[in-house]
T-cell receptor, first 112, second 113 residues
Framework: EAGVAQSPRYKIIEKRQSVAFWCNPI?????LYWYQQILGQGPKLLIQ????????DSQLPKDRFSAERLKGVDSTLKIQPAKLEDSAVYLC??????????FGSGTRLTVV | AQSVTQLDSQVPVFEEAPVELRCNYS??????LFWYVQYPNQGLQLLLK??????LVKGINGFEAEFNKSQTSFHLRKPSVHISDTAEYFC???????????FGAGTTVTVRA
């Protein structure tokens, strides 16, 4: 079974630039999550999708972050404009049912 | 949302010695409990999970954890560690009705020969 695919693996941008991350979940997984993991901290949920609808985006900084999941499969997370404090690893996960989370390898973003 | 406290930020341990990583969570309502491991520059890998049933849960790589409802704890143990167990370990909790994971800050385990 293929895992959760994320790209790119690494990204370095200057502050105020924009960036986008892509995630392809495990086939058939209806639920998709984006987490932000700042160095030295545990992952924090940014947004949860169920199919192509948003279930929870209460922790997403909507003034600069946006996410979509077209057709209930792939998802993109965008930051515009980026700030220094956005430097983190962005993890995508998908699940079929509770306890069945699978995480991708993440995208490491450095904002300089 | 749940709050998760991992009581040790760093745990140095010698090879073949036992290790225990402590985790406490905030709520006494019904929860699901998880331990994940993260190796350098990799994603999170599930070690074990507690959904229901026996409070002693066995996972991969010789790890086990015990759910203690009265103490709201889910401590992770391994009787004999290897160099390859050097990694970051995260405890996570979700409510049974929303499945969203709340993570602790992590415990860095460094195994020395």
């Amino acid at each position: 079974e293929a895992g959760v695919a994320q790209s790119p693996r690494y990204k370095i941008i200057e502050k105020r630039q924009s960036v986008a991350f892509w995630c392809n979940p495990i086939s058939g997984h209806a639920t998709l999550y984006w987490y932000q993991q700042i160095l030295g901290q545990g992952p924090k949920l940014l947004i949860q999708f169920q199919n192509n609808g948003v279930v929870d985006d209460s922790q997403l900084p909507k003034d600069r972050f946006s996410a979509e999941r077209l057709k209930g499969v792939d998802s993109t997370l965008k930051i515009q404009p980026a700030k220094l404090e956005d430097s983190a690893v962005y993890l995508c996960a998908s699940s079929l049912e509770t306890g069945g989370y699978t995480f991708g390898s993440g995208t490491r973003l450095t904002v300089v | 949302a749940q709050s998760v406290t991992q009581l040790d930020s760093q745990v140095p341990v010698f090879e073949e010695a036992p290790v225990e990583l402590r985790c406490n969570y905030s709520s006494s309502v019904s929860v699901y409990l998880f331990w994940y491991v993260q190796y350098p520059n990799q994603g999170l890998q599930l070690l074990l999970k507690y959904l229901s049933g026996s409070t002693l849960v066995k996972g991969i790589n010789g790890f086990e954890a015990e759910f203690n409802k009265s103490q709201t704890s889910f401590h992770l143990r391994k009787p004999s560690v290897h160099i390859s167990d050097t990694a970051e370990y995260f405890c996570a909790v979700s409510d049974r009705d929303d499945y969203k994971l709340s993570f602790g800050a992590g415990t860095t385990v460094t195994v020395r020969a």
